[in-house]
């Protein structure tokens, strides 16, 4: 069964500063990853999502990904970070031909000012 | 273009209590699935349904939820007796086709249920 993990629960930066969010994930062949960013009372809205092809992903808001096949990883990444951005993300899963979707934890991000 | 709609927003009951959530997918997307996302946890699908036919609904726990798409398009959760444990944020999403690895969901924005 394919999972998923996000092995930061919460993470601090700076506004302006750089932003790494780490996630991994487990799965037997290629799989098709996303990341979801989820403000406070609002649902999920997709940032970015990994199909085939370039394993670099650019989204929505200058975030990017890159899908790493050897680490099983497919961490999430920004230059700089802005008060906006400040939410839980969520890494996710889908397998093959199947569309369900594995959802990891979460990791809420905090900004400061 | 519309996004999934989901109402009511917020909810509180008491345990023992029935509740329903609706949900009013993007115009066109066949596919529509309901999530139970507990506090500190992520999403956790419930139910899928293609059109008005259910795919999935193997971690929906059936001796008190229910759910249905009439006509393929709206869809209701219903939960009956609620539990303590059943309070969490219910979320709609759909996708064009599903079935299809490369089928994008698309959220709403969710059904905060109390149970006290």
């Known amino acids: 069964a394919q999972s998923v993990t996000q092995p930061d629960i919460h993470i601090t930066v700076s506004e302006g500063a750089s932003l790494e969010l780490r996630c991994n994930y487990s799965y037997g062949a290629t799989p098709y990853l996303f990341w979801y960013v989820q403000s406070p009372g609002q649902g999920l809205q997709l940032l970015l999502k990994y199909f085939s092809g370039d394993t670099l992903v650019q989204g929505i808001k200058g975030f990017e990904a890159e899908f790493k096949r050897s680490q099983s990883s497919f961490n999430l990444r920004k230059p700089s970070v802005h008060w906006s951005d400040a939410a839980e993300y969520f890494c996710a899963v889908k397998g093959g031909g199947g569309n369900k979707l594995t959802f990891g934890t979460g990791t809420q991000l905090k900004v400061e000012l | 273009e519309a996004g999934v709609a989901q109402s009511p927003r917020y909810k509180i009951i008491e345990k023992r209590q029935s509740v329903a959530f609706w949900c009013n997918p993007i115009s066109g997307h066949a596919t529509l699935y309901w999530y139970q996302q507990i506090l500190g946890q992520g999403p956790k699908l419930l139910i899928q349904f293609q059109n008005n036919g259910v795919v999935d609904d193997s971690q929906l726990p059936k001796d008190r939820f229910s759910a249905e798409r009439l006509k393929g398009v709206d869809s209701t959760l219903k939960i009956q007796p609620a539990k303590l444990e059943d309070s969490a944020v219910y979320l709609c999403?759909?996708?064009?086709?599903?079935?299809?690895?490369?089928?994008?969901?698309?959220f709403g924005p969710g059904t905060r249920l109390t149970v006290l």
């Open positions: 999403a759909s996708s064009l086709v599903g079935g299809q690895g490369t089928d994008t969901q698309y």
